[in-house]
């Protein structure tokens, strides 16, 4: 049996109001116990007069972000910690000046636990749930925490250290990045920027401006039937695959190059110019060789597609 026990001798074992959850795992003789700890909701309401700029700020947590059709901003903070103390220490500032609006949520000098531990323990954190116009304007950070912004129009940053981030029906110029997590685009139009560390990149867009990069993942990328390109497009892998869906008609300058891999096209567009690369050998047998590289124009060129991995297949597809 292996466990971790500690007992002060100045306070309580367990804070009151504590749920413990204890699970026994007979056959590796291993004890765990689990806790949701203690919650506590704060609510604030700010008025408006015009459209919204909104700053949210949590030190660890979750970040949720939706419209509805009233011409104010609410934000509900979620603490959540192991003992009373510890939320007390969570602490929120929030002010507005005319219709911006700044939530920050800073987490307790210390996380440590005073009472019994006894295998995993849970850390404080502050969960936002935020409800703003349409039309908003937005930057959202987590220290570390999943963000998820839905059905917005205007400039949105969404910025986590170390958690996914999820968008769905936005539009208007967009950044996001995150250390280490995934980036999932659903129905989103307008300049698009997104940056991940260490996570794949996933996309249904209708972008104008697009800038995708990972250091350590995927990218597919379905881009929609009227979509027209007003700026040059970046698509990069470190260490990846990279799927790009096109519409049948589409105009731009393609450069899709992998370092170690293949580059491969079904597109109607290309299908003339893509593919592996037959050659016969001095000994007379046909020797295939896997095409890298692939520059071409498609429909009426314009603006710059660039794609690259450093190890990884390229397919371009309808």
Not at 102 to 109: E, I
Not at 117 to 141: E, F, K
Request: proline residues 3%; hydrophobic residues 35%; aromatic residues 2%.
């Amino acid at each position: 049996m292996r466990y971790f026990m500690r007992l002060p001798f100045h306070r309580p074992a367990l804070s009151a109001g504590a749920l413990l959850i204890a699970s026994t795992l007979l056959g590796g003789c291993e004890v765990n116990l689990n806790t949701e700890g203690l919650s506590s909701r704060d609510t604030r309401t700010f008025k408006l007069t015009g459209q919204a700029e909104v700053v949210l700020d949590t030190f660890d947590g979750a970040i949720e972000v939706h419209s509805w059709d009233r011409n104010e901003v609410e934000v509900e903070i979620e603490k959540r910690a192991m003992e009373q103390p510890l939320i007390d220490e969570i602490k929120v500032a929030a002010e507005q000046q005319g219709n911006r609006i700044v939530v920050r949520v800073t987490g307790p000098s210390r996380t440590e636990f005073r009472g019994v531990t006894i295998g995993m323990h849970i850390s404080p954190t502050a969960r936002l749930r935020v409800a703003v116009p349409r039309a908003t304007n937005l930057n959202a950070r987590s220290g570390d925490g999943s963000i998820r912004a839905e059905a917005l129009d205007g400039r949105i940053v969404l910025t986590t250290v170390d958690g996914s981030v999820t968008a769905v029906r936005l539009s208007g110029d967009i950044q996001i990045r995150t250390g280490d997590g995934s980036i999932r685009l659903d129905d989103v139009s307008g300049k698009l920027d997104l940056e991940t560390d260490d996570g794949s990149i996933g996309i249904e867009a209708r972008p104008t401006a697009l800038h995708a990069k990972t250091g350590d993942g995927t990218i597919r990328a379905t881009i929609d039937a009227d979509t027209v390109m007003s700026d040059n497009w970046d698509l990069t892998t470190g260490d990846g695959s990279v799927v790009l869906t096109l519409p049948a008609s589409f105009n731009a300058e393609l450069d899709a190059e992998t370092s170690d891999g293949v580059v491969r096209a079904t597109h109607p567009q290309l299908r003339d110019v893509a593919g592996d690369d037959r050659r016969r050998g001095e000994d007379g047998d046909d020797r295939r060789e896997r095409r890298r590289s692939l520059r071409t124009r498609m429909g009426e060129g314009g603006k710059l597609l660039r794609v690259r991995t450093g190890d990884g297949t390229i397919r371009i597809e309808h």
